[in-house]
């Protein structure tokens, strides 16, 4: 099955979010066999986040025993999308049969295994299965599992443009659509000046900022100064913050920004970014 590069993109379009998909890679060793904690098969687990397309799956393996092409072990290698849970396998995707000799077998420059896009991810991983073509391995066979995944690292749309804020008040915005946001890393950082009279002033000024989800809850907050602050008695106190996201989590979330101080505020710039790394 190939990867829908294109229905990826268009995934997160759908939710606010722009930016640039590359490849990321995951490697996990495998061994089963006789004398091994393995006996019938090895099963590896790897945490992907949901929507993300697996661009290939690529490996090595080899047998122990004695030499001889009689004492090769055919084997096979299963890719299986997310389960209802994380113990849970899903169904097979994509597989291959190989052949384990004595000399180590490479596959790394092609990739053997490719999965479509799953709704699930994280918490929720893709399983590569290796296992004899029947029966039990009489040998231990063992070797490397490279996962390589489609991620997309970009900026999530907040809602308006630059926001003043008075001191006392607070302001919500939207942040993505109503389609949610991905499993992954959500950073938050901003930028603001101190308002004189409506027009730049001098002074470093706090202001909070609260991430909030679907539900109503504030999964993420801080109380700090604008990332471009320079001033010395502040500028240890930055507004970024990052939180993360088991599951694709549908709805509307929102940011909260408040101005608890005594001076007014503009050219208030929040900017939200998502990474597709699990947490």
């Not at 290939?56 to 047998?63: D, E, F, L, N, P």
């Given at each position: ?8 993109v ?27 904690a ?18 290939g ?9 004695v ?14 999308s997310?389960?209802?849970t994380?113990?849970?396998e ?44 029947s ?15 489609f ?11 630059l ?5 006392g ?15 992954g890393?959500i950073?938050?950082t901003?930028t603001?000046?101190?308002s004189?009279?409506g027009v ?18 504030v999964v ?12 010395p ?9 990052t ?17 608890n101080t005594?001076d ?9 970014k998502?990474t597709?790394?699990?947490?």
């Amino acid at each position: 099955m190939k990867c829908s590069l294109r229905l990826f993109v268009t995934l997160l379009i759908t939710i606010g979010v722009s930016g640039t998909a590359f490849a990321e890679t995951i490697q996990k060793t495998f061994e089963f066999g006789a004398g091994t904690a393995n006996t019938i098969s090895n099963k590896r687990t790897f945490p992907v986040p949901c929507h993300a397309g697996i661009e290939g799956v690529s490996a090595t393996y080899q047998r122990k025993g004695v030499a001889g092409a009689a004492n090769d072990v055919p084997i096979i290698m299963e890719l299986r999308s997310p389960g209802a849970t994380a113990t849970q396998e899903g169904p097979v995707v994509d597989s291959v049969a190989l052949t384990a000799t004595l000399t180590q077998q490479l596959s790394i420059s092609t990739k053997l295994l490719k999965g479509d896009p799953s709704p699930r991810g994280c918490s929720l991983p893709w399983i590569v299965r290796v296992k004899p073509a029947s029966g039990t391995s009489p040998v231990v066979i063992s070797g490397t599992i490279t996962l390589s995944y489609f991620r997309f690292d970009g900026d999530v749309d907040v809602e308006g443009s630059l926001i003043t804020l008075n001191k006392g008040n607070s302001v919500t915005k939207n942040v993505g659509g109503t389609g949610g946001l991905h499993a992954g890393k959500i950073t938050v950082t901003g930028t603001w000046l101190h308002s004189l009279f409506g027009v730049p002033g001098p002074l470093p000024v706090e202001l909070r900022f609260q991430l909030i989800n679907p539900a109503g809850t504030v999964v993420g907050s801080k109380t700090a100064y604008s990332n471009a602050e320079v001033n010395p008695c502040c500028s240890s106190n930055k507004m970024s913050f990052t939180i993360p996201v088991e599951q694709h989590t549908t709805g509307q979330w929102k940011l909260r920004i408040t101005n608890n101080t005594s001076d007014d505020t503009m050219n208030i710039d929040p900017k939200v970014k998502y990474t597709a790394l699990c947490p």
